[in-house]
């Protein structure tokens, strides 16, 4: 669906390297099932349709949108933890789509995942030491009490802390866990799915630095997903902005949030609260209407034209452009790698206005 | 069910979070007894156990039944089949603790053999359909597809019978016997435990700890048995363990109708029928009295030991 | 407005919901949880207190004593008086209290799943919320939810009404529950999260709705969040807690622009904002929030905090007035922390 070819680097000078990551027109739809005893498929929630992504060594590109947009199963659909419908992942050179099973559990080295729930993503019943130790051997690779404790300092625990179990931890502390065993045996790509969503605002800020610091010991290459747009800012390189299944927007970090061009993205920015009240007082927020529709059945034409405040402000003829004509990805701004799928595209200045 | 590790509540999570106080690079307080390393997972539960008042008090008497029941060839006082037609509803006291029934039977010795009968048949038939539910729910969820529509739709068509019709229906078709209850209890007993732990492998199959596992390279075969079954599997066994107490009035009610066991067996169905055909004759009550008491008892401390388990197995509960 | 207007004709006119010096524990097996240990503050008509802190500061259960809504045991009261207009809620006798919570006072919460019944038309529950504290009949009720509906933006309330909660999406849900809190011309609002589990573009459709209907009836909100960002641009007002206690108050610009409790400087230092591009490293305080039930001696915060010192340590430090009327902190070291926000700002 993208007429433009998509581009990723950060800026000219990315331009020639190979990304660390590319995703060509990744597509994740789910059945809907229905039937008593043997189930017939009567639809598609079509989670995922048609994402391109490059993300290149050491960077960190963030996924950002609101619950449902399908920012979780494109990451998990990259990591092969669920099936693509179609598309192509690759990593580092190696076809990811193409792997069999054997070569993909190998691959799974260099592919890693921390998840959003700290309370969920650790197994009740193994102690931390259990966690970490089963990565490594299901792997392939020795482990002993000083690979524990060494990963465990990494990420800022005790080694004291290697034989209690899960429910003993605070939600920081269990999220750091989920980053020792996303980390161990140094793997090049890792999706951070919501990594500090569920945590304190104290916390949060813990759990950033380390990210951040790991990154830079480590060399490692992030995708982050948030739909916290204040902790993007801070931490990511490049953004992409997704809207029911695509990415509508997508541009270096500044570019993004002082020069949005979709209408979404905009709307999504001015509705972030900035802790500023003199700010606060002067902005104003684009309220969109409604609610987000149905991914089994999303509009025809541009997917976002039943929120959209710039679609009420047009002409007819140009309103049935939205409705008729899925806008592929404009190239847009002054700044090369800025892209944006609306046919009506310009810039809007929402943060501090 | 409280046992699923699913995203706790919000609750739950503010809960565990403020019982803590450690910050990043220092131990969290030792919680219990100042122990430095973890007390072991046992120890836990054991921990979590004691403190449910009822359920300590269940154990016990669940740990003094099973002791008579294992003593009863010993210290029963009289064969509990012996017919004594010379002193038939004699009133407790004397040589008789409890009396003796219509035929001279001592009832004291009845109990003790229907205690015996009671929780072979209890165990036994949670056993039974703990293993077969656990099994054929496992199968459904795991598997899912033609596995699953075929144990499901199976166990809908248990379900929809009532329990003692179903049951007296199982034992005229095996025939009488104490093994042929057990078999028709474990056939209507199944069902149930089996939607349960299909629901919980649903469950569990997509939580995000699976997907961890998924993640690092764990096998379908390691993912279930070490990561699916051992959370999956709790929940079933305390709905088991209150089956025993299901079980135990399950096989006197038929024995009540006469379904099931031999007439003449000491039966505490069979005796509570026996008695009641005395209600006319003034001041022998004792005669149903005692076996409805024994299984309001057996029922009641099986259910009481339950609701600890619940509590000890919830990793959440301090 | 309806409802009996008792003001106090001598003196200076109570505010409307006051609360005083309130204390709420918690018996548990691992000792008293001191979840909310003495909590003064009042709120006005048409005014926004916000109430701002971490997970399990007491944010929740402050508001809910309001109501009534804690169990008691495990809960006791070992001080506290709650006034509606200068009158003592809790001096009154049980039925008028009752009265009074839910119709003077309502509450709106972070999951609207748990005040909705799913099993009952959503119409019918905010008719039958009309119905309790109203005399009217089921046919004015009716009329009234639909009325309701319209009011707080959902489209459709003709056919919505018939409909059972799972029907609606969150953000309906939770323009439902509003609804309901509304249904009888509340003076208060207390409002516990009512945006945490929402997206950013509902969150900003959902307090663009609160705005005007603060606005058009002169309610006066108490907005309990962990957002800063929430408070920053819709609070007057701005309680900060920490372990059960209010560690500063002050307005918005007070407490955003001159901090003067080494948490609150805390807060606003490990907060990213989106308004900067790449900032240094963001500055996280260090260490957890405590139990409620071992909170530490002395100022509760000291354990995490920079500026700690000895001083902090033998008693609680009371809230005093720092510069500004209302403005005041809990703080030995309010002085430093004062100078250390105008160095960071100035950087
Ligand atoms: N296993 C699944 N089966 C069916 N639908 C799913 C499944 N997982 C996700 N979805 C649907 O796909 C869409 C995208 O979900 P998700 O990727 O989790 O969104 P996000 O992470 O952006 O909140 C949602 O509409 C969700 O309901
Ligand atoms: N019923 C209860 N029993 C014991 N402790 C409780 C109970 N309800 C709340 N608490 C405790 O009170 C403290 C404050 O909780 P809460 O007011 O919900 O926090 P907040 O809303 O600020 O996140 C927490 O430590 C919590 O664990
Ligand atoms: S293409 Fe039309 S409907 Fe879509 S975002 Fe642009 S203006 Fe709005
Ligand atoms: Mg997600
Ligand atoms: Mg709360």
Redesign the pocket.
Known sequence: MTAAAPQGGLGTADAARQPMLEVRNLVKHFPIRSGVFFKRTIGQVKAVDGVDLNVYRGQTVALVGESGCGKSTTARAILRLLEPTAGEVVLDGVNVTGLGKQDLRKARRDMQIVFQDPYASLNPRMTIRQILSEKFQLLGQEVNRKTISDLLDTVGLAEEYADRYPHEFSGGQRQRVGIARAIAMNPKFIVLDEPVSALDVSIQAQIVNLLEDLQDELGLTYLFIAHDLSVVRHIADRVAVMYLGSVVEIADRDDLFDRPY???TQALISAVPIPDPRLERRRERIVLRGDVPNPANPPSG?R??TR?W??EQ?SESDQRR?IEEP?PLYDVGDNPGHQAS????SLREVVRA | MTTTPDPATAAQAVFVESAEHAGPGEAPEPQQQGKQKSHGQFADMWRRFRRNRLAMAGLVVVVILIVLALLQPVISPYDPYDQNLLNTLASPGGDHLMGTDALGRDLFSGLLYGLRLALLVGLLTMLGSMTLGVTLGALAGYRGKIADGLVMRTTDIFLAFPFLIGAILVVRTFGTGVFQVIIALVILGWPTAARLMRGQILALRESEYVEAARSIGASDWRIVTRHILPNAIQPVFIYSFTSIGVAVVAMASLAYLGVGVPPDTPEWGRMINMGIEQVQVAGKDFLWMFPSAAICLTTLVFAFVADGLRDSLDPKLR | MTGSADIDLDGPPAPLLEVRDLRVHFKTDYGTVKAVDGVSWSVNEGETLAIVGESGSGKSVSAMTILGLVPSPPATFPSGDIFLRGRSLLKMPERQQRKLRGSQIAMIFQDPLTALNPVFKVGDQIAEMVRTHQDVSKHTAKKRALDLLGEVGIPNPAVRINQYPHEFSGGMRQRAMIAMALANDPHVLLADEPTTALDVTVQAQIMALLEKLQEDRNTAIVLITHDLGVVASYADRINVMYAGRIVESGTADEIFYSPRHAYTYGLLSSLPRMDQSRQARLQPIKGIPPSLARVPQGCPFHPRCTFATDACLPQVPELMPVDGAGHSAACVHSDRVAIAYDERVTQ
């Open positions: 979709h209408p979404y541009c976002f034209r959209c710039k679609f047009l939205c806008p609306c046919h009506f595209a």
